[in-house]
């Protein structure tokens, strides 16, 4: 079938009986699927006739079609873009209408979204600006148009990104910092970006692991549980306070590493993997089953929650002998200043992350993993100790991701295995993966697309997963090695980095 | 000529299963000096050079280097240990280079134990206080010197993988010198490179034996090269020691070219095949 289609340029009337065909190949797709359905009537089953869905799969698929002949036929990129925008919105639009059958000709949701709230506009726009920009960049390398003006526009882009990564980071921090401010009131807002931030976290804390090192961990879960119940049970058994517990659970988690670092020291890539992930199931299954110390599947309930740096407590009701955040301050009371001080906190945590690892990698240390992760022979040639470095590079992510579940048992105030499972490890891996390996930044927009959004489009139910899956397939046939997968030189001699980026674009 | 001995390989013996890779090798390497390893392929040359630098540990045999502060035997140290505390160095036949990163770090990761010990294992370096600076600054610093010197002081920005394979070759050499040898191993360092690069190649060892002071032990298969710059050559052919000396009395040792040529006995043909090839073609 492709070959009828493959000559360069086509003529009007073999794009239409192209996308006539496709037309009717959808028709017969949908017709008995979508467009008949039994409905329960007193009267009994009755055959209901839907030809407007039949319509949409059909409209939907043309569009589809006419999106790709466009690409095919060597239009400006912008162009591509826009269309390829307008289909993705047109499909989201689409999932939406059909979960709510009973206002299926409202007005268009992606309108309403983006009218609703301050949140939803942000929304909105990500969405829109996120498949604007794949689809723009994918066409760097596989656009059929070589349209020059685009082609210096999109390495204009790259070359912004790359010479001032440390401004859009300093942007980005700011942005977190003040996020609080602009959704203060908001409590689901704020509950996501807490959320997203323990995934920014972990992922920088892989990011040492899999992205410097190169070695391919499917159980870092494990450190994350590690941490979680070394708080939930320290706190519980020797009642110690969170601000103890932190660095403990984190020195746990690290001695943990340490400990799967040594039997797996002569695995690598696909063995290492293996192995990685038996360990973090071990730990799920050992926690579920130890039940006289980790409460096994039930969990630990009801953990301490931290309190404003030992001075002041965030409860309504204060216990004794301390007082209340709102009294230190004098404010009213609010249930949303836990909130607010949990989100500043993890965000302390994994801006600590964030700031050791981008200093550890211009230290010889992350020098030698990097050198580890290129060529481990070469290395041993050259007098580093593999064992040592290997381990290092372990337990300091081991040790992030121990921080990290010790502030998610404090936030969640309850943990159980099922927290813990390998689902979590994939999706941390994801995010890693997906955002380039070693990229500060693209772990951040990767934990967004990975974790942000479908919370945020909770409301589509199951169909966010299917987006969410097409989304993941279309970076990686567009953006193999992550959204961000640049190497920065740790040091440069005589070009400065703008130089290096432009020479390298060329 | 023997007070400046440097390296001293006792019955060396390496033994994979019942295949004798190396048997019972012994010579000696000098300091400022070249000492070429040749032999035909499969001969067991790199296999020395393993041994030598810990990637195997020999069946039997004593590998001393006599250090400034005294001998020690190479068979008993850790793999990465010998170019950490005893000063060899080595490059790879396919050469191993860092290549996702750029020259200069390629540099600075070879001086990775003196930087390690300046950043107090990172703690310090981690605040970047004064010791670690200083020490980064000296690192670049040689970095620099050993650019200079392989002709790559303007592509130190560059992506190794980047670099023409002439120049590979000459950073990974440059890269095993900023780790401070005393001994330095080259496993066919001239290997695909063209005879100019060679020729420069020439300059280069002979510059890193005299003004370095590093005695160099060189596996080549390039005669321009051995015959040229080695001081000292060591032929082996089935993990032998076939012949040990000046690169002249090598050359026509009946030993050697035996080794290279074939017995000149293999060249005849048996007596009944060559009777059957004597028919006089006429005849038909």
């Given amino acids: 079938m492709s070959s009828a289609f493959a000559s360069s340029r086509t003529n009007g009337s073999e794009i239409v009986k192209e996308l006539a065909f496709f037309a009717v190949i959808a028709l017969l797709m949908s017709v008995m699927i979508l467009g008949v359905e039994t409905v329960d009537r007193p009267t009994g089953l009755e055959l209901a006739v839907r030809w407007d869905l039949v319509l949409i799969a059909i409209g939907s698929t043309v569009v589809g079609r006419l999106a790709l002949i466009i690409r095919r036929e060597a239009i400006s990129r912008l162009v591509q873009a826009l269309l390829i925008t307008a289909t993705a919105v047109a499909v989201f639009e689409m999932f939406v209408r059909f979960r709510d059958m009973d206002d299926r000709w409202a007005s268009p949701v992606v309108f309403d979204m983006a009218f609703g709230s301050a949140l939803s506009i942000v929304l909105a726009i990500a969405f829109v600006a996120i498949v604007f920009a794949i689809a723009y960049f994918s066409m760097k390398e596989h656009g059929v148009a070589e349209v020059d003006e685009?082609?210096?526009?999109?390495?204009?882009?790259?070359?912004?990104?790359?010479?001032?990564?440390?401004?859009?980071?300093?942007?980005?921090?700011?942005?977190?910092?003040?996020?609080?401010?602009?959704?203060?009131?908001?409590?689901?807002?704020?509950?996501?970006?807490?959320?997203?931030?323990?995934?920014?976290?972990?992922?920088?804390?892989l990011n040492i692991v899999v992205g410097l090192a190169g070695l391919l961990d499917l159980g870092y879960v494990a450190f994350y549980a590690v941490g979680a119940y070394s708080y939930a049970l320290l706190s519980q058994n020797f009642d110690l306070s969170f601000w103890l517990c932190l660095p403990l659970a984190g020195i746990f988690a690290a001695s943990f590493g340490i400990i799967l670092g040594f039997p797996v020291l002569r695995l690598r890539g696909d063995y290492l993997a293996i192995v990685t992930l038996g360990f973090g199931e071990i730990i799920r299954v050992v926690l579920i089953n130890w039940y006289d110390f980790t409460g096994g599947p039930d969990g630990i309930s009801s953990i301490e929650r931290p309190s404003f740096f030992g001075l002041a407590d965030f409860s309504r009701r204060v216990p004794d002998g301390a007082i209340g955040f709102n009294e230190l301050f004098g404010m009213e009371y609010s249930s949303m200043h836990r909130l607010i001080f949990l989100y500043y906190l993890i965000l302390a945590l994994a801006l600590v992350t964030s700031f050791v690892t981008m200093r550890l990698r211009k230290l010889p240390i992350g020098r030698a993993w990097e050198a580890l992760r290129e060529d481990e022979i070469a290395c041993r040639s050259l007098g580093i100790n593999p064992t040592n470095t290997k381990l290092s590079a372990f337990a300091i992510g081991a040790m992030f991701g121990g921080f990290a579940g010790a502030f998610f048992a404090t936030r969640q105030g309850f943990i159980s295995p099922e927290s813990f499972t390998f689902l979590e490890s994939a999706v941390i891996l994801a995010i890693v993966v997906l955002g380039g390996m070693g990229s500060q930044i693209g772990v951040v927009l990767a934990a967004i697309v990975m974790i942000g959004f479908p919370e945020m489009f909770r409301e589509l139910a199951e169909y966010r997963m299917l987006i969410f899956g097409a989304g993941i397939v279309a970076i990686m046939l567009w953006r193999p090695r992550g959204l961000l997968s640049f190497r920065d030189p740790t040091i440069l001699l005589n070009m400065s980095q703008k130089e290096k980026v432009a020479g390298e674009l060329k | 000529m023997t007070d400046n001995k440097l390296l001293e390989v006792e019955h060396l013996t390496m033994r994979f299963g019942g295949l004798v890779a190396i048997d019972d090798l012994s010579f000696t390497a000098n300091t400022r000096e070249i000492t070429a390893i040749i032999g035909p392929n499969g001969a067991g040359k790199t296999t020395v050079f393993n041994c030598l630098t810990g990637f195997y540990v020999p069946t039997e045999g004593r590998l001393t280097l006599h250090a400034n502060d005294g001998p020690r035997l190479l068979e008993r140290t850790e793999g990465f240990r010998i170019p950490r505390n005893n000063g060899v160095a080595r490059t790879f036949q396919n050469i191993r280079l860092f290549t996702g990163m750029t020259v200069l770090e390629n540099l600075i990761v070879a001086q990775h134990n003196r930087l390690m010990e300046a950043s107090a294992f990172s703690i310090a370096g981690l605040f970047n206080l004064g010791r670690y600076a200083r020490a980064e600054k000296e690192a670049i610093e040689k970095a620099k010197f050993w650019l200079n010197k392989v002709g790559l002081y303007d592509q130190a920005d560059w992506s190794a993988g980047n670099l023409p394979y002439g120049s590979q070759r000459r950073l990974e050499i440059a890269r095993a010198m900023c780790t401070d040898p005393s001994l330095l191993c080259l496993d066919e360092p001239a290997a695909g490179l063209n005879p100019r690069e060679s020729a420069e190649l020439n300059i280069l060892l002979q510059s890193i034996r005299d003004d370095q002071g590093v005695g160099c032990l060189l596996i080549e298969h390039d005669m321009s090269v051995v015959m040229q710059i080695s001081d000292h050559v060591i032929v082996l052919d089935y993990g032998r020691k076939i012949a040990d000396g000046n690169p002249e009395a090598v050359k026509n040792d009946p030993a050697v070219i035996r080794a290279y040529l074939g017995e000149e006995e293999d060249d005849e043909l048996p007596p009944e095949v060559a009777a059957d090839l004597n028919v006089d073609p006429n005849a038909h």
């Fill in chain 1, 150 to 205: 685009s082609t210096k526009l999109s390495s204009k882009i790259q070359l912004a990104y790359r010479s001032n990564t440390k401004k859009i980071g300093l942007v980005g921090i700011i942005f977190f910092i003040i996020f609080p401010f602009l959704f203060g009131e908001n409590r689901s807002a704020i509950d996501l970006a807490t959320l997203v931030m323990i995934y920014i976290m972990l992922g920088w804390g």
